[in-house]
């Protein structure tokens, strides 16, 4: 049977700050630039998540196109949209919340929602420029 993937864009507004509370605001100045602000800075986050299987015999999805803008939306959007990180969501009150963190945290949450014998995939974008690809592992 042949593999689809299927592909979900969203988009969330979020700000946060990149530092390590172990180190001097020097340091975390020189290793993280700009993003060490202590009075945070943002991002327009661009999300893809594909989703790659079978194709359904009965339905001809891979997945209803409408759960996954349901679960993205739910679980993701109103989770991190308009949100500072590093203080209002509980995942990066211990871990920096850098693209390549927040990609695993979303990966970890939709994974738990996803039928496991569909491979999951989250691009996230921080700047057009600047992404990064979860694949799990």
Do not use: Q
């Not at 180190?23 to 020189?30: L, P, Q």
């Amino acid at each position: 049977m042949a593999k689809v993937t299927v592909h979900r864009k969203a988009h969330f507004n979020a700000a946060h700050r990149l530092y390590n509370s172990d180190w001097s605001d020097d340091r975390n100045a020189t290793v993280f630039g700009k993003c060490a602000n202590p009075h945070y800075h943002g991002h327009n986050y661009e999300l893809i998540v594909a989703v790659k299987g079978e194709i359904n015999p009965t339905t001809g999805f891979v997945m209803d196109m409408k759960e996954l803008k349901d679960l993205i939306a739910e679980e993701i959007e109103e989770k991190l949209d308009h949100k500072n990180l590093n203080e209002e969501v509980e995942a990066f009150k211990s871990l920096n919340p850098t693209a390549e963190n927040i990609a695993v945290v979303i990966w970890n949450i939709l994974r738990k929602k996803i039928d496991l014998n569909l491979e999951l995939i989250v691009t996230l974008y921080e700047t057009p420029r600047n992404f990064v690809v979860y694949d799990g592992e």
